[in-house]
């Protein structure tokens, strides 16, 4: 690929004014005439000021015939009086495609030409009727003759209806039916429904469970029912102790280091804390809160109630379950209801 650059009589000027141009490789010439070549070099060095003398003419052909490209010579224009192109040709009125139209006929045309139209098919036949009426007035009444049965049905629906209406208005008992001045006067009087039982012992206890005893004191029983008391009795002493035998797994270690021939049956204290889990896992984990369904024995890292048990140095649950035996109600640790174990 032949580029200006190669060419040997080209300044250094006239190759810059090239590049500025747009014009790097001689094939580049290709396509435009010599006459816009020589507009562009021009243009760019009027703008530029590149080179001191713009490339003349003659040299622009040079290149021209270096990049052995042939100059585009420019469109001739018809000369004066020569004749037309030849147009396509338009059809004329003759040749154009003749399109059937169907003419009507009178009635008398037909009589003088005797024309038969008993073979010709009627408006009837096409549609598939054989009686002679109106198409539209046919479907009409076929549609009612379709419809009798559903409007006699309607009508001894709504016969039937207000007769059974009527009878329930004749069952009415008069004397309870009042107008707007005596309800105004009278008022209606609502009876509330009785309760089953005498006491529910679900929301209040016996009476005689907290007689003579001081509401605010902690004997006095209170809260919601447990429907499991003695799961929950149990898991409170199955947590005390487990407890317990946590402690007495580490408390006696200490005394293999006094005398170890004679404390050695403290090296299998340590035991005593896998009894302690099983029996934390299986019973003591049970207890549950009826309201919030939230097991009361089991350790979660989450805000406790407030009214909830807790005594110094042994938590919530220790002390939780202390108040279970002693007093046989408990709050539950997590929402706070008063829980009780006795009716």
Not at 212 to 222: A, L
Not at 281 to 306: G, T
Not at 329 to 343: A, D, M, N, P
Request: with cysteine; hydrophobic share 40%; proline share 6%.
């Amino acid at each position: 690929m032949k580029k200006f650059s190669d060419i040997q009589d080209i300044t250094p000027e006239e190759l810059e004014l090239l590049e500025a141009a747009g014009y790097t490789e001689l094939n580049a010439l290709q396509g435009i005439s010599i006459g816009d070549f020589e507009k562009e070099i021009t243009r760019a060095n009027d703008m530029l000021n590149i080179a001191s003398e713009t490339p003349t003419r003659e040299k622009l052909a040079a290149w021209y015939a270096i990049a052995e490209v042939e100059l585009p010579e420019a469109p001739q224009k018809p000369a004066y009086g020569s004749p037309p192109e030849p147009q396509a040709k338009v059809p004329e009125f003759g040749e154009a495609v003749e399109t059937p139209v169907a003419v009507s006929i009178s009635q008398e045309f037909i009589e003088a030409k005797q024309i038969d139209l008993s073979g010709l098919p009627t408006v009837g036949d096409s549609l598939g009727m054989s009686s002679g009426l109106n198409p539209v007035k046919e479907r009409g009444v076929q549609k009612q003759e379709a419809d009798a049965p559903i409007a006699q049905y309607r009508v001894q629906a709504t016969s039937e209806s207000k007769t059974d209406h009527e009878k329930v208005i004749k069952q009415l008992e008069k004397d309870k039916v009042l107008s707007m001045d005596e309800f105004r006067v009278k008022g209606g009087k609502v009876a509330p429904l009785e309760r089953a039982s005498g006491t529910d012992i679900t929301k209040t206890t016996l009476e005689e469970t907290n007689r003579g005893i001081d509401p605010k004191s902690r004997r006095y029983i209170r809260g919601v029912l447990h429907r499991e008391p003695a799961k929950v009795t149990l898991a409170s002493i199955a947590l005390l102790f487990s407890q317990l035998l946590v402690i007495l797994s580490v408390l006696p270690l200490p005394l293999i280091f006094i005398d170890r021939d004679k404390y050695i049956w403290a090296a299998f204290c340590p035991l005593l804390a896998i009894v302690a889990l099983f029996v934390w896992f299986f019973v003591a984990r049970k207890a549950q809160c009826p309201v919030c369904r939230q097991h009361q024995y089991v350790p979660k890292a989450c805000l406790k109630h407030n009214k909830a048990h807790r005594l110094p140095l042994i938590g919530h649950m220790a002390s939780t379950a202390i108040h279970v035996l002693m007093f046989k109600w408990f709050r539950c640790i997590f929402c706070g209801t008063s829980i009780r174990l006795k009716e």
